[in-house]
Nanobody
Framework: QVQVVESGGGLVQAGGSLRLSCTAS????????MGWFRQSPGKEREGVAY???????RYEDSVKGRFTISQDNSQNTLFLQMNSLKPEDTAMYYC????????????????????WGQGTQVTVSS
C-alpha cells in the first residue's frame, strides 16, 4: 500500500524560506515521477515542481529560481526548498507520485498523478 505524507509547512514572512518534505512508502522511489503541487482557496490546483524517474527536474515559471526540488532515494523522501517566498505562494502544498516516467507524461495523458498526500499548509505573510 502506497502512502505519501507531507510535512514542513508553516507561517513565514515574505522573503523567508521553508523546506517541505514528502515521505513515500510502498513504492520504489527512484522508479517514479514525483511532483509538488499547490492549491489556494478559490483556485485550481497547479503544478509547482517535478522530478522525473531519471532525476531530471522542471519548474513552473512562477517558482523558477526560488524553489528547488530534490529527493533522497535512500530515504524515499522528496524535498521542496522554497526561498524568497511571496504572499502569492500561500497555498496547501501537495506531494504526488506516479509510476509513469514523468509528470509531463501524466499531463499529456490527461490524468492526475496516481498517489497524493494530504497536503501541508504554507502561509506567507506580507
Amino acid at each position: 500500500q502506497v502512502q505519501v505524507v507531507e510535512s514542513g509547512g508553516g507561517l513565514v514572512q515574505a522573503g523567508g524560506s521553508l523546506r517541505l518534505s514528502c515521505t513515500a512508502s510502498g513504492l520504489a522511489f527512484d522508479n517514479f515521477a514525483m511532483g509538488w503541487f499547490r492549491q489556494s482557496p478559490g483556485k485550481e490546483r497547479e503544478g509547482v515542481a517535478y522530478i522525473d524517474d531519471d532525476g531530471s527536474t522542471r519548474y513552473e515559471d512562477s517558482v523558477k529560481g526560488r524553489f528547488t526540488i530534490s529527493q533522497d532515494n535512500s530515504q524515499n523522501t522528496l524535498f521542496l526548498q522554497m526561498n524568497s517566498l511571496k504572499p502569492e505562494d500561500t497555498a496547501m502544498y501537495y506531494c504526488a507520485a506516479d509510476p509513469r516516467p514523468s509528470m509531463s507524461t501524466v499531463r499529456a495523458l490527461g490524468v492526475n498523478p496516481l498517489w497524493w498526500g494530504q497536503g501541508t499548509q504554507v502561509t506567507v505573510s506580507s
